[in-house]
């Protein structure tokens, strides 16, 4: 495989909690304070940092001071050109992106931005689609992320869409999209394609997949605080255990691999307003 996804960002994000004893394994982050101000023009600033990564394939990730520009403008006009910005998700499909590739190590499979067939389409699929190599052999990450203001509203939809992308006839369907994108240069190639086969039983698939699922909305705890301290980590768990109950009660759990993972947010509206600005920025 060639080195390119070894390159990554600076890490941003600080790790509030952590927890891999448990099923679903819980995972919170935070973009942290600066000045007594939640980072909300950092947190912008370094989703934009992660834009190449998410959007381009492998192939057109050879950037060089000749082609930078392009590379990102090229970047910025697969994730929307829409003005309806308020409603869409791609933030949270960025955090959850950037978050796997910086703290698991996972590798994209295929850009989702892939399935596009014009840069406003709404995507009926999974919003990350990685690969893990854990003891040599291959894992798959198929994520959900939901970016709103209510988090418990945001956990019940990924519930919603989780059972949904489950479903025998859908993951059917997305081996048969995902399997030719699969890059000669993976590790672990055939064994992934071997996996995404259609001859393969689905149960293969569950026992070789994790599934992500960001909810990144406001939080009462980031809107009142001025830096991460240990009343603020408390606040965040509690808030983390609140997220975590839906899913365990869901029954996801009895069925497949879930990590929970939580982007508390001061306010996410504003941090929409703020992406959308330097997404345009890079448009034509």
Not at 10 to 37: D, K, M, W
Not at 81 to 103: D, P
Not at 114 to 141: C, I, P, Q
Request: net charge negative; with cysteine.
């Amino acid at each position: 495989m060639s080195d390119i996804y070894a390159h990554r960002p600076a890490r941003f994000f600080t790790q509030i909690y952590s927890s891999h004893s448990v099923s679903p394994t819980r995972e919170a982050y935070c973009a942290g304070f600066e000045v007594e101000e939640w980072r909300c023009n950092g947190l912008a600033d370094h989703l934009i940092e992660w834009l190449a990564d998410y959007a381009l394939k492998e192939d057109e990730l050879g950037v060089h001071h000749g082609n930078m520009y392009i590379r990102l403008r090229e970047a910025a006009i697969r994730i929307y050109t829409s003005n309806k910005y308020k409603r869409r998700g791609e933030v949270g499909e960025i955090a959850l992106h950037a978050i796997c590739r910086e703290f698991f190590g996972t590798i994209p499979l295929a850009p989702r931005v892939f399935y596009l067939t014009s840069s406003n389409d709404v995507v009926k699929s999974f919003d990350l689609a990685h690969v893990r190599m854990v003891e040599g052999r291959s894992e798959l990450w198929l994520g959900e992320a939901k970016f709103y203001e209510d988090s418990n509203a945001a956990t019940k939809a990924a519930i919603s869409s989780i059972t949904e992308h489950i479903d025998l006839g859908f993951l059917r369907n997305q081996k048969l999209i995902l399997g030719p994108q699969v890059s000669k240069s993976l590790p672990n190639y055939q064994e992934i394609r071997d996996i995404l086969s259609i001859q393969t039983s689905l149960d293969e698939l569950f026992d070789r997949a994790v599934f992500p699922v960001l909810v990144a909305g406001d939080s009462s705890a980031t809107k009142k605080t001025k830096r991460v301290d240990d009343d603020y980590t408390a606040a965040i768990e509690a808030e983390l255990a609140a997220l975590y109950d839906l899913i365990t009660k869901s029954g996801l759990m009895t069925k497949i691999r879930v990590m929970l993972i939580y982007l508390p947010l001061a306010e996410k509206s504003r941090l929409a307003d703020a992406f959308d600005n330097r997404l345009k920025g890079l448009q034509p």
